[in-house]
Structures are given as C-alpha cells and as structure tokens.
C-alpha cells in the first residue's frame, strides 16, 4: 500500500527514530509499504520517517544497468550501524521529501555497517558507489536530517528562497 511521504519543512522528519525491537507483521508490512511508495514515487531509497514511522528501518532499490528497479534488488536495512568509513565522494542528490531538488553533497566513498534484516538476522556489510551514498541519505532521515543541511550557507539560503516561492505559487 501506497502511504502519503512527509515533505520538508514538516517537522516530523527532524525527529531521531529508535530502533526496532519486534520484528514482526507490522514491520513487514511498513517495509513492504515503503518499497510499493518509493517505486510509486520514483525514488530510489527511503527512510521509515518519511512516512512518519520513527524506526530504524530504510529500503534501497537501486537501477541495475538496464536501469530498471529490480526488486531482486532491494535491499531492507533495520537498526544500522556504521562500523567504518573511508573516502570521499560527491553526488547530486536528491530526496522524495524534499521533491525537485537536486544538490551535489559529500559522502564517504565507502562504508561499512551491521545491520538487521527483517527477521531479525544480523548482517555485517561494506557497501561502495551510489549504495553507499544512498544508504548514508538514508541513515541521516533516521537521525531527523535531510541531505539540504549539508548544503553550503549560501545554496541553503538560495534553496530557501526557491522552496518559499513555490510554496507561495502552490497556494
Ligand atoms: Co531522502
């Protein structure tokens, strides 16, 4: 089931989500949901928060080179942890809550977490490229952050700007 995505400035999304502890139906079907809302939106990663579920829970689907989203592709992460990272790397991202945006950011190249799947096995992985990066967007909404704080003063001011006059056109 589609769910309705939170968009910046809800406050909502600044809020630090917790871990999951029962790894049960309920889990399943809110990670079954924000795979069927991200693929309706067209996004490529999303974050429990941005459907207002404050848990430690994020889906990741990226294109594989015939740039279609297999779902064999998906990868479900509850409760991660970052165990290493190294390098930096720069990306122009964007983000379903904060649609119509795009801003280079930087990331660490690569990074290494544990994680949970969704029946509760533990996994340790190291992830490099687009997933890494992605999964590092993904892991900053479970903090409550969005990836236009890491914006420079003066392209955050600029994204202010935009964002208030198309809120005043929407009107
Ligand atoms: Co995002």
């Known amino acids: 089931m589609i769910r309705e995505i939170l968009t910046y400035p809800n406050p909502k999304l600044r809020t630090a989500s917790h871990d999951v502890k029962n790894f049960d139906d ?33 889906v990741i689907n990226l294109s594989n080179e ?34 119509n945006v795009y801003e280079d950011v930087e990331r660490f190249e690569k990074i ?12 340790t992985k190291e992830y490099e490229g687009l997933m890494a990066i992605a999964l590092q967007h993904e892991m900053d909404h479970l903090q ?3 990836f236009i704080e890491k914006l420079s003063y003066l392209k955050r001011k600029k994204f202010e700007r935009e964002w208030k006059k198309r809120a005043k056109t929407k009107e």
């Open 26 to 58: 309920r889990l399943h079907l809110l990670l079954d949901d924000m795979y069927d809302t991200m693929i309706d939106r067209g996004g490529i990663g999303l974050a429990a928060i941005q459907v207002g579920v404050e848990l430690n829970a994020l």
């Open 66 to 99: 015939n740039d279609e989203q297999d779902k064999n592709d998906l990868v479900e992460i509850i409760n991660p942890r970052v165990l290493q990272s190294e390098g930096v790397t720069t990306y122009q991202e964007g983000c379903l809550s904060v649609p």
């Open 112 to 123: 290494k977490v544990s994680f949970f799947d969704r029946d509760g096995k533990p996994h």
């Open 144 to 146: 409550g952050h969005l």
